[in-house]
Nanobody, 120 residues
């Protein structure tokens, strides 16, 4: 069984910064892509940023230039550095990982979510 555990959410004023972390643990053989999604109240879950095992990144247009995704493959951990936060960034942020287990099964897993609230 594989777990994705997020940390780093919280309350911050507009213009501030937060750093989210997500560590994957368990019967992992390898992780392909890792990423962050978010879901605001009344809205669909949307991609914020993703990163492949080779380091290629992809960002939502709304966060380009403000957010940076990175990963530590040795620690099976992905990070999201969020700068110049805006009230519209308020949402529950979910970690996502596409991975192979040691029993040669492929999964697309999700963390439990962490709340990010940006006050104006």
């Amino acid at each position: 069984q594989v777990q994705l555990v997020e940390s780093g959410g919280g309350l911050v004023q507009a213009g501030g910064s937060l750093r989210l972390s997500c560590a994957a643990s368990g019967s992992i053989f390898s992780i392909n892509s890792m990423g962050w999604y978010r879901q605001a109240p009344g809205k669909q879950r949307e991609l914020v940023a993703s990163i492949t095992s080779g380091g290629s990144t992809r960002y939502a247009d709304s966060v380009k230039g403000r957010f940076t995704i990175s990963r530590d493959n040795a620690k099976n951990t992905v990070y999201l550095q969020m700068n110049t936060l805006k009230p519209e960034d308020t949402a529950v942020y979910y970690c996502n990982a596409a991975y192979w287990t040691t029993s040669v099964a492929f999964y697309n897993g999700w963390g439990q979510g962490t709340q990010v609230t940006v006050s104006s």
